[in-house]
């Protein structure tokens, strides 16, 4: 069972409060007063959930949110992150840097907030997990705080895409390629290689051996893929 369904939606849900009281009786010489004027609460955000994501990087930290066609997780955002405790950032180099696969799970927050016109960054909140969370994932810190950047926002439309097509991102002689979501069924695929990172992730490419060669990027290899979630 999805912890991004049924078991994390008492996070986002609303407990209904009953107003429960006896009415007394006025005297005949006072007017009751009027009823008041029904208001009506505010929207949920249209994105707000747990938006977990994984975690990878050497010399940088990076965050990429785990896709759905669904809503609230239909969009593709990757973030960089630090630390807001060094101490924690070098516990979790020294004892999940080499691990095959790490996740996060930020508390519950609207992802539209890192669109590009959205409200802006929260500083995120959550728990590390060694492993998938959703899938025997084991515990490693809860209550872990990161400042964000975001580095790339891309909402999901089912479109059609190339299935080559990727947008770059990275520090220094670390790149990534993220393949860009397109119909059903899809892939959540990152590749690291190595070689010269783009200033800021630009317009995506399509991967082949010549753009590869040309951007200086070489050893291509994948480092996380999932298409569980988008059939």
Not at 100 to 124: K, M, S
Not at 214 to 231: C, F, K, M, N, T
């Amino acid at each position: 069972m999805s912890f991004r369904g049924s078991r994390w939606r008492t996070w986002v849900g609303s407990a209904a409060l009953a107003l429960l009281g006896c009415a007394a009786s006025l005297p005949k010489s006072v007017a009751p007063a009027a009823a008041p004027s029904t208001v009506s609460a505010p929207a949920e955000p249209a994105k707000h959930g747990v938006h977990g994501m994984v975690l990878f990087g050497r010399a940088g930290l990076w965050a990429s949110h785990l896709p759905m066609y669904e809503a609230p997780h239909d969009a593709q955002v990757v973030l960089a992150l630090t630390f807001a405790d060094p101490a924690e950032a070098a516990a979790y180099r020294a004892e999940l840097g080499d691990a095959p696969l790490v996740t996060f799970v930020p508390e519950p927050f609207d992802l539209l907030a890192l669109a590009p016109d959205g409200a802006g960054v929260p500083r995120l909140r959550g728990a590390i997990y060694r492993g998938h969370f959703e899938r025997d994932g084991v515990l490693w810190k809860d209550a872990v705080e990161f400042d964000a950047r975001v580095v790339w926002y891309r909402a999901i439309d089912g479109s059609p895409q190339d299935p080559a097509s990727a947008v770059a991102f990275g520090a220094g002689d670390e790149t990534y390629l993220m393949h860009l979501v397109g119909a059903r069924p899809g892939v959540d695929r990152i590749v690291a290689v190595q070689g010269p990172a783009p200033a800021s992730a630009a317009e995506p490419v399509v991967i082949s051996d010549a753009v590869l060669s040309d951007h200086g990027w070489r050893s291509p290899a994948v480092i996380y893929e999932e298409r569980a979630d988008l059939q």
